[in-house]
């Protein structure tokens, strides 16, 4: 089953920006909060950034003040707006849905890729 789909990743330069997005499904997307992880080889994967139904927001202090995470309940869509990229950022990047009140995330999509290098 294919619940969650991220798209926008790719090759940036050091200090290049990239938007990626998440796509889910009506049922998902309006009971969970949403949240991307990140995991880059040799690496253990680390939570990047959340965003709950009402549209709270919270950050990972290895991205705050580069990342912005936001939701369109409209359209089911979360997204990640990555700016000043670093070569540690390289790595590929999961949208995941998530219980508010029990911290359960049981969707997971399939990752998308970014890689900055210059």
């Known amino acids: 089953q294919v619940q969650l789909v991220e798209s926008g990743g790719g090759l940036v330069q050091p200090g290049g920006s990239l938007r990626l997005s998440c796509a889910a499904s009506g049922s998902i997307f309006s009971n969970n909060a949403m949240r991307w992880y990140r995991q880059a080889p040799g690496k253990q994967r680390e939570w990047v950034a959340l965003i709950t139904r009402g549209g709270i927001t919270d950050y990972a202090d290895s991205v705050k003040g580069r990342f912005t995470v936001s939701r369109d309940n409209a359209r089911n869509m979360a997204y990640l707006q990555m700016n000043s990229l670093k070569a540690e950022d390289t790595a590929a990047y999961y949208c995941?849905?998530?219980?508010?009140?029990?911290?359960?995330?049981?969707?997971w999509g399939q990752g998308t890729q970014v890689t900055v290098s210059s």
């Open positions: 995941v849905a998530c219980n508010g009140g029990t911290a359960y995330c049981p969707y």
